[in-house]
C-alpha cells in the first residue's frame, strides 16, 4: 500500500511541473520560426510531428497546432493542474484578441504561457 502512495505521489509530483519560461535568446528564434510556420499554414490543423521546426521540437511538445488565433504548443495536458486541460506556449497572428475561457501570460517577443480552462 505504501509502494502504491508513493508511485502515486510521485506521478502528481511530475504532472504539476509547470511550463518553463524561455531565455530571450531563444524566444527571439521561437518567435520568427512560429511567425514562418503560421504563414504556411491558413487554416485551423494540427501539426504531424515530422513537420514541427527543430527549434519548437526542442521545447519538448506533446503537440502543435494551429488556429485563427495563433499557433499552440502544447507543453501539458491534463493532470498538470486542477480544471486546466491543456497548458504551453501561444505564438499569436497579427491582430489576435484573448479568447474567452483561456489564461494567457506574456513571457516576451510576442511569446506566451496558456493554459486552456475546462
Not at 490543423?45 to 499552440?72: C, F, M, Q
Request: net charge negative; charged share 20%; with cysteine.
Amino acid at each position: 500500500m505504501r509502494l502504491v502512495s508513493l508511485l502515486l505521489s510521485c506521478f502528481l509530483l511530475v504532472s504539476c511541473i509547470p511550463v518553463d519560461d524561455i531565455p530571450e535568446a531563444n524566444r527571439n528564434l521561437i518567435y520568427r520560426t512560429s511567425i514562418a510556420l503560421l504563414e504556411d499554414v491558413s487554416g485551423v490543423e494540427s501539426i504531424p510531428e515530422h513537420n514541427w521546426p527543430r527549434t519548437i521540437a526542442r521545447l519538448g511538445p506533446k503537440n502543435l497546432y494551429v488556429t485563427e488565433d495563433g499557433l499552440y504548443i502544447v507543453i501539458q495536458k491534463p493532470f498538470s493542474e486542477l480544471f486546466v486541460a491543456e497548458t504551453g506556449y501561444f505564438i499569436p497572428r497579427v491582430g489576435w484578441q484573448i479568447a474567452v475561457g483561456h489564461s494567457y501570460e506574456l513571457l516576451g517577443n510576442d511569446i506566451y504561457i496558456y493554459k486552456i480552462r475546462t
